[in-house]
């Protein structure tokens, strides 16, 4: 597996050694010591799996303090632009935002240290999504910045008339109106 670091502090793309005959494809989706040796220890608790259609924007999410996670994504299916924005406030990135296209053409996966919002918008007719998490999902701890925030510039990719989010989504405040002092 290749780990490439990106211009975020924490923040990896990996992209893994496909080998393909005329059955197929094989490839190691994780490795635990390839990823340590690079990244570091992580304990991973949960996986998690979604299925969205064409335009579905899911994000931008996180959790607060105990409940951060780390997450270690790909899309099995389709093609998703992922999008992370740092919230980490001693960070050099901090407001920043970083996206890429995960398929499952290019099989690249995205790890997403503690500290970042994370979502994803669906590019093609239908995606499968799946994650890893470094903790559980805590209902009194989610939180979320609006996807369209004119202050992070965020290009979906998709006219606006094409995204398809969520009654929770749609209602996100801005970041200015996000306190993450617990960030700190």
């Not at 190691?28 to 340590?36: K, T, W």
């Not at 931008?60 to 740092?86: E, N, W």
Request: aromatic letters at 14%; hydrophobic letters at 40%.
């Amino acid at each position: 597996m290749i780990i490439r670091s990106t211009s975020f502090p924490g923040l990896y793309i990996l992209e893994p050694k496909v080998f393909g005959d005329s059955r197929g494809y094989f490839f190691e989706s994780f490795q635990l010591a390839e990823f340590e040796k690079t990244i570091g220890h992580v304990e991973f608790i949960q996986d998690n799996e979604s299925k969205s259609g064409y335009g579905v924007l899911r994000g931008l999410h996180f959790q607060k303090p105990p409940y951060t996670q780390a997450k270690l994504v790909r899309c099995i299916t389709g093609t998703i632009l992922d999008v992370v924005v740092d919230l980490r406030l001693n960070s050099p990135t901090y407001k920043q935002s970083f996206s890429v296209e995960l398929s499952d053409n290019n099989k690249l996966q995205l790890y997403i240290p503690r500290g970042f919002a994370h979502g994803f918008v669906v590019l093609s007719e239908d995606a499968i999504f799946s994650y890893k998490v470094d903790n559980l999902y805590a209902p009194t701890h989610d939180l979320g910045i609006r996807f369209d925030d004119p202050e992070l510039k965020i290009d979906w990719k998709l006219p606006a008339e094409a995204l398809k989010l969520s009654e929770k989504d749609k209602i996100l405040p801005l970041l200015s109106e996000t306190h993450l002092s617990f960030y700190l």
